[in-house]
């Protein structure tokens, strides 16, 4: 992808085990959601969500406690994703509870994340319509290819990797543009960036969201 952050590894290098974020998901994503207090979201204009996260370095209570708070604010504002500069903190860790397109749900934890590159002949592109709860109200038509793997660290530092396609494929993308500083918006033709921003203005967001100065 464009703008992609350094340190990507090629999608033909010996992968890791993926992991299965399908096992106990709904299980999992109540325990967080129930220790968590949930946030409100930051919106476009923020300057949290316009830079470069800062990598996570210590995978401890703090770490912990901070998703916990995310997949709780994740639920409030009826999201898929949630990358944690959306709630104002500057690090590199989203969420997310999101199905593909088969309808099977995906829960998980990914810190660090870096987005695969594919090779030109397995990019297919799919156009569908994309949101994201720090641009409220507003949808629009975005290609992203319809496969991905990401690769990051889960809660104990340990390695990850995570695959999707479909809508899962888009969100996995999408979250991580986020803790790249850029928004699904900045991928958008001017016109059509500014059709965005102006549906955002016209709509009420139905969650909290943190008011910019």
Do not use: W
């Not at 995978?59 to 639920?75: N, Y």
């Not at 889960?154 to 995570?162: A, C, S």
């Not at 993308?173 to 955002?200: C, F, N, S, V």
């Amino acid at each position: 992808m464009a703008q992609q952050g350094s340190g990507q590894q090629a999608a033909d290098e010996e992968p890791l085990e993926f992991t299965d974020d399908t096992v106990d998901a709904a299980e999992r994503e109540l325990a967080h959601r129930e220790r968590g207090t949930a946030r409100p979201i930051t919106v476009v204009g923020n300057p949290v969500l316009h830079k470069r996260c800062r990598d996570v370095t210590e995978f401890g209570p703090e770490l912990a406690a901070l998703v916990d708070d995310m997949f709780a604010s994740q639920r409030a504002a009826e999201g898929v994703g949630l990358a944690a500069n959306q709630i104002g903190v500057d690090l590199r860790v989203f969420v997310y509870d999101c199905p593909d397109d088969d309808g099977v749900r995906h829960v998980g934890v990914i810190c660090n994340p870096v987005i695969d590159e594919l090779p030109a002949e397995q990019r297919r592109l799919d156009d569908s319509n994309e949101g994201c709860l720090s641009v409220p109200t507003a949808y629009a038509s975005l290609a992203r290819p319809d496969y991905a793997v990401c690769r990051g660290q889960d809660l104990e530092g340990k390695p990850i990797v995570v695959r999707g396609t479909g809508y899962f494929a888009r969100c996995l993308q999408h979250e991580t543009d986020h803790l790249e500083g850029y928004l699904y918006i900045d991928r958008l033709a001017k016109r059509d960036r500014k059709d965005a921003l102006r549906q955002m203005a016209e709509g009420t967001p139905r969650y909290e969201t943190v008011p910019n100065d």
